[in-house]
């Protein structure tokens, strides 16, 4: 066991790491605006298919910036906002992008202080100069703005799209990972823009370390040692060989899911504003009816024992439970985290191929069963519950 799962260990680690290493060249450098517009720095941003091109003076302070990315909707809007005082949505000082009612490109700033519907105000920085333009699927949001404060080269940024703009009111936006890790770091004098910020790297990578985890744990070795302690006891030369496989894959799938687990309760607890609550809800009982199974071992009955039936009845019954509930919430996970769909479909392949091996093993179970019944005559059929 030991050494298959480290294959799959390794498999996933080198997957999860491939998706997140730098790759294409800055597509910004090859944009050019209108008006002649120039600025001395541009980035590709790491999320929504948005780029930033700026121009900073910071004798005067004044930030020249031009905003582009694709709204949500044709008719949606677009945000680019410095956070003055913390990381992300709350607090930040926004610029929004939009058609007014009079069907005219507009750009709007508000302070946003909570969750809750905008409403226009003024903003920690001075707007001096700003306009939109809406052409081939994107906006161009154009603005002067002037920092309050002298010496600042660093801001924290918060970009954003969203679906729809209702009386002059922009509407919620989609909570998708994308939505929820457009923000950053820039430093205005150095043209990078430090993707995320720490905080952020270690979120995202919290993220991939809780993917693959549990993938590993729930979504494959759980299901193998499922697999060793119904088919490999059929075979009196397996016994008591299949009981340590399956006892020893099953203790490390837990050890494994349980540290996967608290991730998981790490990364719900950071993440404000969006609970995903069947994810989480089914990563409670799977912890809860996986620590039952592994108590359960200590309290198993004797062979023999009038209770042992009932303890097998019930071992089984939770094991197929948490089966299910762990193939379920892995896929879950992927909708959630949106890795590249080969990922999904890898980790699809090896359960269909765990499912293909369990179903031949069944059949061969049945078939030693009934050849054994036949030569013995006296023992009962093979009913998954009596024959350890
Ligand atoms: C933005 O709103 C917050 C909370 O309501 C307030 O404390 C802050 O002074 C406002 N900022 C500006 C620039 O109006």
């Given at each position: ?39 001395n720095f ?43 005082t ?36 003024r ?10 333009e ?10 002067t ?32 990972p ?46 193998i ?17 299949w ?38 809800n ?9 620590t ?78 009934i050849r ?17």
């Amino acid at each position: 066991m030991a050494s298959s799962s480290q294959v799959l260990a390794t498999f996933f680690l080198l997957s999860i790491f491939s998706l997140f290493s730098p790759s294409k060249s800055a597509t910004c450098t090859s944009q050019a605006f209108a008006n002649n517009r120039l600025y001395n720095f541009c980035n590709d941003l790491p999320a929504l298919n948005s780029y930033l091109h700026w121009s900073y003076d910071p004798a005067q302070s004044t930030l020249n910036i031009a905003f582009i990315a694709p709204p949500a909707r044709p008719g949606g809007w677009v945000s680019w906002a410095i956070n003055p005082t913390s990381t992300g949505m709350v607090g930040s000082q926004a610029l929004i992008a939009f058609r007014d009612a009079r069907g005219e490109m507009t750009v709007k700033t508000y302070n946003v202080s909570s969750y809750g519907p905008l409403t226009e105000s003024r903003v920690w920085y001075d707007v001096r100069d700003s306009s939109a333009e809406f052409s081939d699927g994107v906006i161009r949001l154009f603005a002067t703005l002037v920092l309050p404060e002298k010496g600042i080269t660093t801001v924290n940024h918060v970009w954003q799209v969203g679906p729809s703009v209702t009386g002059g009111v922009p509407g919620k936006h989609d909570f998708q990972p994308g939505n929820l890790n457009s923000k950053g770091s820039l430093d205005l004098l150095r043209g990078q823009s430090i993707n995320g910020g720490t905080g952020d790297n270690i979120r995202t990578k919290m993220r991939n370390i809780h993917g693959i985890l549990n993938v590993i744990s729930w979504g494959i070795l759980f299901p193998i040692g499922i697999i060793i302690a119904r088919y490999l006891r059929t075979f009196p030369s397996a016994d008591p060989a299949w009981f340590y496989l399956h006892a020893s894959c099953q203790v490390s799938a837990y050890a494994i899911g349980v540290a996967g687990w608290g991730t998981g309760l790490k990364l719900g607890s950071e993440s404000k504003g969006v609970t995903y609550s069947y994810h989480r809800n089914i990563g409670i009982s799977l912890f809860t009816l996986a620590t039952v199974q592994i108590s359960a071992l200590l309290l198993r009955p004797r062979k023999g024992h009038k209770y042992r039936f009932y303890w097998n009845i019930y071992h089984h019954g939770a094991g197929y439970a948490i089966l299910i509930l762990a193939i379920i919430n892995v896929f879950k996970g992927f909708d959630i985290l949106k890795p590249e769909p080969k990922w999904r479909d890898a980790y699809f392949v090896v359960i269909a191929v765990l499912g293909g091996i369990a179903a031949l093993l069944e059949a061969i179970t049945w078939m030693v069963t009934i050849r054994r019944n036949k030569s013995r005559t006296s023992t009962k059929p093979y009913d998954g519950l009596t024959t350890d």
